[in-house]
């Protein structure tokens, strides 16, 4: 899942626990990694999904805005015109002792806009090389 660093580096600090986006996310996910985005560009680590909602943006702010580490501003413009929200739990991150760049998972692997399934392939070599 791509993230701004701000955003990830909360994720990892604990004081982000919802991640929201303008498009639904699937229940089935259960481990996202983290991909921050330029400038950075890099993945971070890993973080557990425990529950997706989808709710109104004015449903999503008042019952999870706290939780964001965003302020009501860039809420407010990131969600203008959209419908419904997606509100992804988060728990349990887990921040690599080094990032990955994804060249080092697959030369032609790129970054997703939002977010993106990994091959079984990639999650192994992505395991190995966090292991080093």
Known sequence: MSIHPKYAAAIFEGRKTVELRRRPFPDSVRIVVVY??????????????????????????????????????????????????????????????????????????????SWRYLSVRDVELLSRITRR
């Open 36 to 113: 921050a985005t330029a400038p950075l560009g890099s993945i971070l680590g890993t973080v557990e999904v425990t529950a997706v909602r989808r709710l109104s943006p004015v449903t999503a702010w008042r019952g999870y805005g706290h939780r964001a580490a965003i302020e009501i501003d860039a809420f407010n413009e990131y969600f203008a015109g959209v419908e419904q929200a997606s509100v992804i739990e988060l728990r349990n991150s887990v921040q690599f002792a080094v990032p990955v760049r994804l060249a080092d998972l697959r030369a032609d692997l790129r970054a997703p806009m």
